[in-house]
């Protein structure tokens, strides 16, 4: 029993060790833009289809499977550390080709009325809410990610698909996160 311990606890170390050094190295160069007329105008989640799509006027032009906040079924997010996704209007409005993550892109979550709020219930409504692909080093896994909500409240991607989107949304599209 002890031994089992230990080399579980030697394989959780190593797990770990091997993220941060991933994180650090960073996801790569990002994808160039898209063509003009290929880049999207909206994005619009369907949190309880698990599905994300970019929009190209009325026209859909991209569809991805995704994973959310592991508590993204209990109603939208209220305060940090809930684990919900956001619903709402937002926008894109920074990218991050650094990230911990394989590329990311922020939502503008809160706006102003959920900073409110948040600050009258007396804590913080959170932050950092993205669009981003899997942890760095952990591009493997692929789709499978997919089998289970594991985010903070973040919409994930395959880092294919996640190299896509970037390429595909500007800074300021608007999205649109539906229950």
């Known amino acids: 029993m002890r031994i089992k311990l230990i080399v579980l606890a030697i394989v959780a170390v190593s797990l770990f060790?091997?993220?941060?050094?991933?994180?650090?190295?960073?996801?790569?160069?990002?994808?160039?833009?898209?063509?003009?007329?290929?880049?999207?105008?909206?994005?619009?989640?369907?949190k309880s289809e698990r599905r994300m799509?970019?929009?190209?006027?009325?026209?859909?032009i991209s569809t991805y499977q995704?994973?959310?906040?592991?508590a993204a079924d209990a109603g939208?997010?209220?305060?940090?550390?809930?684990?919900?996704?956001?619903?709402?209007?937002?926008e894109i409005d920074w990218r991050n080709p650094k990230s911990v993550t394989h590329l990311s892109l922020?939502?503008?979550?809160p706006n102003a009325k959920e900073r409110r709020e948040a600050e009258a219930n007396g804590f913080s409504p959170g932050g950092s809410i993205m669009i981003h692909g899997l942890p760095n080093g952990w591009g493997l896994l692929g789709g499978i990610h997919?089998?289970?909500d594991w985010t903070d409240g973040c919409i994930a991607v395959t880092n294919a698909e996640m190299s896509d989107i970037w390429a595909r949304v500007p800074d300021h599209t608007p999205i649109d996160i539906m229950p």
């Open 76 to 90: 939208p997010k209220q305060r940090e550390g809930d684990e919900k996704t956001p619903e709402g209007r937002y």
């Open 17 to 46: 060790a091997y993220t941060k050094v991933m994180a650090r190295i960073g996801s790569g160069s990002p994808s160039p833009d898209a063509p003009p007329e290929q880049r999207a105008d909206l994005i619009r989640v369907y």
């Open 146 to 148: 997919r089998l289970w």
């Open 106 to 109: 922020h939502i503008s979550y």
């Open 53 to 60: 799509v970019l929009f190209k006027g009325d026209a859909p």
């Open 66 to 70: 995704i994973s959310l906040g592991s």
